[in-house]
């Protein structure tokens, strides 16, 4: 004789689902803020790219002139267009990783400095975080 109140049901329990949905919450919220953190990564590392390469176009510059480009604070557009561009030793203006779109002199996000000490010789390159505040490398030729 069968008992019909004891029979098997398939399916999962309230508790079953809702402990899976707690797990699912709580990775969730440790995992989020490092994939997004991630993509900044990533693009902090493409600005470190562009500087190397640009680095190496000053260097091209100067062995060909003798004298490094002369300015303070130059973004990079103009660093580019006014000095690298011209003799050839930079193609064209770097995309911005942050914007997709070619660097401006405007551009807060991942904007890239040049300064030129005229006294000691010397230039730096710097490259910016997203906030256009906090460094993320210093490129110098001392």
Do not use: W
């Not at 103009?78 to 660097?103: H, R």
Request: with cysteine; proline share 4%.
């Amino acid at each position: 004789m069968k008992n019909e109140k004891f029979k098997m049901k398939n399916g999962f329990t309230l508790v079953e689902i809702l402990v899976v949905i707690g797990i699912i919450g709580l990775l969730a919220v440790f995992l989020v803020p490092n994939l997004l953190g991630a993509r900044d990564r990533a693009k902090e590392t493409a600005v470190k790219g562009i500087m190397h390469t640009v680095q190496l176009a000053i260097e091209a510059y100067q062995m060909e002139n003798s004298v490094y480009p002369i300015g303070a604070n130059i973004p990079l557009e103009s660093l580019c267009k006014n000095y690298l561009m011209a003799g050839g030793y930079i193609a064209s203006v770097p995309k911005n990783p942050f914007t997709g779109k070619e660097y401006t002199d405007g551009d807060a996000a991942g904007k890239v400095i040049y300064d030129y000490n005229d006294s000691t010789g010397a230039y730096t390159l710097t490259g910016y975080k997203r906030n256009g505040f906090s460094e993320i490398l210093k490129l110098s030729n001392m």
